[in-house]
Nanobody
C-alpha cells in the first residue's frame, strides 16, 4: 500500500503563491509517477501536473496552467511539490496528490493511490 499526505493549502489573495507538498510512504517510488489533480466547487476532478519518478523526471502540465504551476520532487524525502504562483480565484479547489504506474499521466484512472486532499482558496 501507498499512503499519501498533502499539506500546504490555505487561503491566499489573488496574485499570491502557495507551495503544496505530498509526502509518500509505504513503498519505494523510483518507478512511480506522481501527480496533482484538483476539484473545484461543482466541477469534475481535473489534471494539474505530473512527474515521472524515473526517466529523467519527465513532467506534464495542464496547458492552462503552464507558466504558473511547477511540479518537482525530492526523492530523498519521498515528497512531491507543487509550486503555484500568480494564483487566481478560479484556482480555488481541493488539490489531490496521486501515485501510479503505467498509463496516461493526465487520466485519474492511471492512479490507484490518492491523498485526502488539501483545500486552496484564492480570494479576489
Amino acid at each position: 500500500q501507498v499512503q499519501l499526505e498533502e499539506s500546504g493549502g490555505g487561503l491566499v489573495q489573488a496574485g499570491g503563491s502557495l507551495r503544496l507538498s505530498c509526502a509518500a510512504s509505504g513503498r519505494t517510488f523510483s518507478s512511480y509517477t506522481m501527480a496533482w489533480f484538483r476539484q473545484g466547487p461543482g466541477k469534475e476532478r481535473e489534471f494539474v501536473s505530473s512527474i515521472s519518478m524515473s526517466s529523467g523526471d519527465r513532467t506534464a502540465h495542464a496547458d492552462s496552467l503552464k507558466g504558473r504551476f511547477t511540479i518537482s520532487r525530492d526523492n530523498a524525502k519521498n515528497t512531491v511539490y507543487l509550486q503555484m504562483n500568480s494564483l487566481k480565484p478560479e484556482d480555488t479547489a481541493v488539490y489531490y496528490c496521486a501515485a501510479g504506474l503505467a498509463g496516461d499521466p493526465r487520466r485519474p484512472t492511471t492512479y490507484p493511490y490518492w491523498g485526502q486532499g488539501t483545500q486552496v482558496t484564492v480570494s479576489s
